[in-house]
Nanobody
Framework: QVMLVESGGGQVQVGGSRTLSCIPS????????MAWFRQAPGQEREFVAA????????DYLDSVKGRFTISRDNAKNTLDLQMNSLKREDTAVYYC??????????????????WGQGTQVTVAA
């Protein structure tokens, strides 16, 4: 059974930092794009960041550019999201996603076939 397990969520103050981690089990995704999405209450799930199979190409939601960094370690089979200068509007459930399609990255949820259960990030004043 393939699973993506996220960790690192919690409550953080405005301006603070948090690192989310995702560890796949059951298979490796080292040849495929991986990403982070988030969903706030009452809103659609939105793309946050994605990284290609090599880790050399990444792209971000405009509102997190310069504050968030996505990275992967294919040897360790891990995916991270370093979040700095957090804002209240970053509050959401964050989901790790992995693709099995060959492409640079995908910006829509349909590009990813495996999902984690989500981890809550709450940014409070």
């Amino acid at each position: 059974q393939v699973m993506l397990v996220e960790s690192g969520g919690g409550q953080v103050q405005v301006g603070g930092s948090r690192t989310l981690s995702c560890i796949p089990s059951g298979r490796t995704f080292k040849n495929f794009a991986m990403a982070w999405f988030r969903q706030a209450p009452g809103q659609e799930r939105e793309f946050v960041a994605a990284v290609d199979w090599s880790g050399n190409y990444a792209d971000y939601l405009d509102s997190v550019k310069g504050r968030f960094t996505i990275s992967r370690d294919n040897a360790k089979n891990t995916l991270d999201l370093q979040m700095n200068s957090l804002k209240r509007e970053d509050t959401a459930v964050y989901y790790c996603a992995a693709s099995t399609k060959y492409a640079h990255v995908f910006y829509s949820p349909e590009g990813y076939q495996y999902w984690g259960q989500g981890t809550q990030v709450t940014v409070a004043a």
